[in-house]
């Protein structure tokens, strides 16, 4: 069985995107365009909105804003540990949003932003699959079936498009690129590739019985992978995440 077979039959909600960045073959899909709780993985497109609204002169990335107790948030992150009053830039949050996944972060994105802009802007640059409704840590709202939704396509293009240099220009895609390749938490698709020297911009999320991660692997052939699963075994996933990554990495098999 081969590993896109794997993918294919595992059990439960599953998203799949998979694209060479020589662009020499199509993209090898599974469930590309089934809408899937976003967890974190959202994030990555509230990042694209931040610096999207900076380059349009709309937002300071190096405004400060000082952590109140009230905005902290539940782990994964730094700030909720970190003193009270303590003032960190815009940007800062924004690379703490991807890098150590930090809620805190990214509610006080959000709250700034507001859900609004940021599907107009993945709209605006042609992104599908994208719809942030709320903050985290709404259980009312999550309760009611109100949930941040996200596709293999939507991130797989836009992926796709930052690699490039197409999605903000290659200067501010660069930067995001950066953020990406910096990401701490290292466990599912990078987990056989960072012993080989091989880069991985990427992004995780998790929550109950979901797990996401979404990257650019830099091997000998890069490519895009992006792998979601919503109602899993989620450590079983996360094998079948690493098995993958490193299967493309180390083959130009499909």
Do not use: W
């Not at 060479?20 to 959202?42: C, F, Q, W, Y």
């Not at 109140?68 to 303590?86: I, N, Q, W």
């Not at 109950?208 to 996933?237: C, K, Q, W």
């Amino acid at each position: 069985m081969t590993v896109f077979d794997r993918i294919r039959a595992f059990p439960g909600d599953v998203g799949f995107y998979f694209h060479r960045l020589d662009g020499a073959e199509e993209p090898l899909l599974h469930n590309p365009d089934l809408p899937l709780i976003a967890a974190s993985v959202i994030k990555i497109p509230i990042m694209v909105t931040a610096f999207r609204e900076a380059g349009r002169g709309e937002l300071d990335l190096n405004e400060t804003v000082a952590i109140r107790p009230e905005m902290k948030m539940p782990s994964c992150g730094a700030l909720t540990y970190l003193h009270d009053g303590l003032e960190v830039t815009l940007e800062d949050l924004v690379t703490l949003m991807i890098i150590l996944s930090d809620n805190t972060a990214t509610n006080i994105l959000i709250d700034r932003l507001t859900p609004e802009r940021v599907n107009r802007t993945m709209d605006a640059l042609s992104v599908p699959g994208i719809c942030l409704r709320r903050r985290l840590f709404e259980p009312e709202l999550s309760a009611r079936g109100i949930q941040n939704t996200i596709t293999a396509r939507g991130i797989g293009v836009l992926l796709e498009k930052m690699y490039a240099g197409t999605l903000l220009g290659r200067e501010t895609d660069d930067r995001m690129l950066k953020i990406l390749l910096d990401q701490r938490l290292n466990g599912k698709l990078p987990f056989y590739l960072h012993g080989e020297g091989i880069k991985c911009a990427h992004k995780t999320g998790e929550d109950d019985n979901i797990t996401h991660d979404a990257g650019i692997v830099y091997s000998e052939n890069p490519f895009v992978i992006v792998m979601l699963s919503n109602r899993v075994d989620a450590p079983a996933f996360e094998r079948l995440m690493q098995d993958a990554a490193k299967h493309y990495a180390f083959t130009n098999d499909n």
